[in-house]
């Protein structure tokens, strides 16, 4: 099983839509989780960070279940410029150092 | 403003070139890393750092070495380049508790 799994997708989707995309991690020694958002031919930056009580930025909420190791990206009201790969991050601590381990993003395309 | 800058947008390379790739950030961040990304593969972690000196393989390091002989600077290495090296290289750097910061990305092509 890999370790951070996502549905690559894509997901197309008219403005105004709601979607939401799922993510599957598989070390239950994980301790944070994020949403990274990329552009096409940019670097991936933060979109945020999850927390286990689940959190909200405006149009976007993000959920988190520990004990189904599953997080979630709810993107409402979808816009153009929502269109971009998401990518779901996973940090592991009971590695040496504390690395970021990404799945493989899952594409949105949101049209007019 | 937060920054990390990798030396390099587009790189070509010759098979068999040893090749440096730079990554310096302004953060004081402990920790650094190098990915590549893939058209289908995503991000796969090559090294990371936890301190000056401090290296540890990722999941991918075959083919590659790292340097980091101070805080703000992380160097890939890439001893003897290969037409399957030919990548999107992205240098990231992070804090304790903060996130992952990346840099703009170096196409590498090796001909």
């Known amino acids: 099983r890999k370790e951070v799994e996502q549905d690559p997708g894509p997901f197309n989707v008219p403005e105004g839509a709601t979607v939401a995309f799922n993510c599957t991690y598989s070390n239950s020694a994980s301790q944070s989780f994020f949403w990274y958002r990329q552009d096409c031919r940019k670097e991936p930056k933060l979109l945020m960070s999850v927390y286990s009580s689940g959190n909200e930025d405006g149009r976007f909420t993000a959920q988190l279940n520990r004990a189904s190791q599953y997080i979630s990206l709810l993107i409402r009201d979808s816009k153009l410029s929502d269109s971009a790969t998401y990518l779901c991050v996973v940090n592991n601590l009971n590695q040496a150092g504390t690395a970021l381990i990404f799945g493989k993003g899952t594409t949105l395309s949101v049209s007019s | 403003d937060v920054k990390v800058t990798q030396s390099s947008r587009y790189l070509v390379k010759r098979t068999g070139e040893k090749v440096f790739l730079e990554c310096v950030q302004d953060?004081?961040?402990?920790?650094m890393f190098w990915y590549r990304q893939d058209p289908g593969l995503g991000l796969r972690l090559i090294y990371f750092s936890y301190d000056v000196k401090m290296k540890e393989k990722g999941d991918i390091p075959e083919g590659y070495s790292v340097s980091r002989e101070k805080k703000e600077r992380f160097s890939l290495i890439l001893e003897s380049a290969s037409t399957n090296q030919t990548s999107m290289y992205l240098c990231?750097?992070?804090?304790?508790?903060?996130?992952?910061?990346f840099g703009q990305g170096t196409r590498l092509t090796v001909v």
């Open positions: 953060m004081d961040h402990e920790n």
């Open positions: 990231a750097s992070r804090g304790l508790i903060t996130e992952a910061f």
